[in-house]
């Protein structure tokens, strides 16, 4: 949608599918950080160290530092947050499900890796978003640079030892896999948000060609991520 | 100590005993935020609603959200956080072992009440450390509003089940029980931290009447806040 001005995201909002669009957006990533900020929580009691605990905790804590704008953006949108968020419970939960960290460095890797996922994911489709939407998501992607620290963790458990590194790079795969299987079940399940991806008479959206590309950056950035970590994708 | 310029705060921290105490003071509040912050977050998990969920994970984020600042202050003391809140680990995961809720009504009880008297009595004890240390303290304990909601939640369920009360009110009672009992543990065990209360030739301190009346000051606030939700102290 390029920039925008108040009258335009006005406009815009007069159509309701991409309304509808757009509180699914939000709703999706709300409750993401919620759970993201459950699932960590429950992994920082896997930390060796009290210093690796706060690390995380920290990470936990960022992640629901973004829910309060998020759930207000949905009220004044005219959603109920919680109803809003209720169709995309079981995909996420799903997710969690099939990847419970076994120990401490799965459960940094899911961090790190799954939250850089989604991150790069949710910006993908705030390209076709107008510009308080984007924004808002922009902020909500921040991890405050904590990630710097699981870096870190994950060389130095490698350096010690380099059998780690084959088990966690498998790891790192299925994060993806599952990731990428529940992203799909979730756009053929919400009409709206697969026709914000695929655009209309006035808005810009993309093509299969176009989505193949996206998947590729997806994929591309992922690997990059898993190379930081001293891991094969 | 009272009003406190920054010669007056270099000069207390000349003397050791009264650096340790704070030390000691800053370490067991720390930890006690981490430790509220990981139950808290274990214990949204019994919400009933996803909504309850976010109140109790908002009320973890912000415990959390006093660390970082606390861990700055100790590390600009010379103090290792971590080496410091070591000593009070035990106390603190001891009154958590004792005080594991059994359902969503206990931990809220448990996330206010329990904050409450440990906020109430670090305000205590920050009347006798500098204006810097006392500001940082008093800042920590804030628990941004979010207890209304525990109030709201208690209430109503008392007056859909009134047997509900009585078994709450007992609740209560224990916390207030264990949370003394480890208090002591901490006193008993800390020579800086008791020598902080008891005063020095140039610092007021509590006499044993003293002691009397601050005891009968947090036990009147806790039954304060029991009555806030309808339940007897």
């Known amino acids: 949608m390029g ?10 909002f007069d159509d309701p599918q991409y309304r509808a669009a757009v509180v699914d957006l939000l709703a999706v990533i709300t409750y993401g950080e919620i759970s993201a900020f459950e699932r960590l929580a429950e992994d920082a009691k896997l930390a060796p160290t009290l210093q690796d605990k706060v690390a995380l905790a ?3 804590s960022v992640e629901f530092g973004h829910v309060g704008r998020l759930i207000d953006r949905l009220e004044r949108l ?12 079981p995909a996420i939960e799903e997710f969690h499900r099939h990847t419970a960290p076994a120990d401490w ?11 850089g996922l989604a991150a ?14 984007r924004d808002l998501i922009i902020a909500s992607l921040d991890d405050a640079g904590h990630s710097a620290f699981v870096v870190d963790r994950v060389k130095k458990a490698i350096q010690t030892d380099h059998r780690v590194g084959g088990r ?3 790891w790192g795969r299925r994060l993806m896999g599952e990731a990428l299987s529940q992203a799909q079940r979730v756009a053929a399940d919400r009409d709206a948000l697969s ?33 930081e970590l001293g891991l094969d994708a």
């Open 3 to 12: 920039e925008s001005t108040p009258n335009e995201i006005h406009a815009a």
């Open 58 to 60: 920290s990470m936990a």
């Open 78 to 89: 005219g959603a109920d947050p919680y109803e809003a968020m209720a169709p995309f419970v």
């Open 105 to 115: 460095l799965e459960g940094l890797i899911k961090a790190y890796v799954g939250d």
């Open 120 to 133: 790069d994911f949710y910006r993908e489709i705030a390209a076709f978003v107008d510009a308080d939407t």
């Open 168 to 170: 966690l790079a498998l």
């Open 195 to 227: 026709a914000l991806l695929a655009g209309g008479v006035d808005r810009p959206g993309m093509d299969l060609a176009a989505l193949g590309r996206m998947f590729t950056r997806l994929t591309e950035a992922h690997a990059q991520r898993m190379a």
